[in-house]
């Protein structure tokens, strides 16, 4: 029996963040990190973003609302959904002092790939948007590190840092749904999603997007 005064060890955020990447399984391409840290690029990667944000909200709030029988979930998904809100909401209070407008921005092919791989029955479906809802955080969090030591933007710089935690935060959550809902084959699920997910940030992409491949200048 553990001793209630003793302190369980939590990982530290670096122990999350190597934990994240053997889940990613390869690392932002030189090219993407390039283009996103040019100034010419800052609108973009900011709409994008707080889109990225705002659909994160509404999908937690989606599989809530369609998986309401997993009760164990609704809260987890409640509590991941309101701190995705504030995020957007930080985003457009940084998209303001800079004086760049929210606007309308075409979605990356990212999501949509991924999405493609998800199955039609239950309840692999669920399985599929969880790892898919794992992935994609897991990737914003690594491009948050990756970026933010590159940004001439303190303050942008340092509001991606701060991001870090809740974004590997959010990873977990996501995983450890999909691991307790799934079967025999979750780490094969796992390794289609990351094959998946690892061609769509490594080949060229036409659009610079938050989570966009190569881009296609480079």
């Known amino acids: 029996m553990t001793d209630s005064c003793t302190k369980i060890k939590r990982p ?22 390039e283009m996103a840290k040019c100034p010419s690029q800052l609108a973009i990667l900011l ?11 509404t999908t937690a709030l989606a ?13 987890p998904l409640s509590r991941l959904a309101r701190e995705e809100l504030h995020h ?3 985003v457009i209070g940084l998209m303001a002092e800079r004086q760049i407008a929210y606007r309308a921005l075409s979605a990356s092919r990212y999501a949509a790939g991924l999405h493609a791989q998800v199955r039609g029955d239950e309840p ?49 959550t996501y995983l450890d749904f999909a691991r307790e809902l799934g079967t025999g084959d979750v780490d094969e699920r796992i390794a289609l999603f990351r094959a998946c997910e690892n061609e769509l940030v490594q080949s060229t992409d036409r659009q610079f997007r938050f989570h966009s491949g190569v881009p296609e200048s480079a």
Do not use: M
């Open 12 to 33: 530290s955020l670096a122990e999350n963040l190597t934990e994240l990447r053997a889940f990613l399984g390869c690392a932002t391409p030189s090219a993407w990190l």
């Open 47 to 57: 709409i994008d973003h707080a889109n990225c944000e705002r659909k994160a909200a």
């Open 88 to 90: 957007f909401e930080q």
């Open 124 to 172: 692999g479906r669920l399985v599929d948007l969880l790892i898919v809802g794992a992935y994609i955080e897991a990737r914003s969090c690594e491009r948050f590190a990756a970026l933010a030591p590159l940004l001439a933007d303190a303050e942008l710089s340092r509001f991606y840092r701060q991001l870090l935690r809740s974004e590997a935060r959010h990873y977990r």
């Open 63 to 75: 599989l809530a609302a369609r998986y309401v029988h997993q009760s164990q979930f609704l809260l």
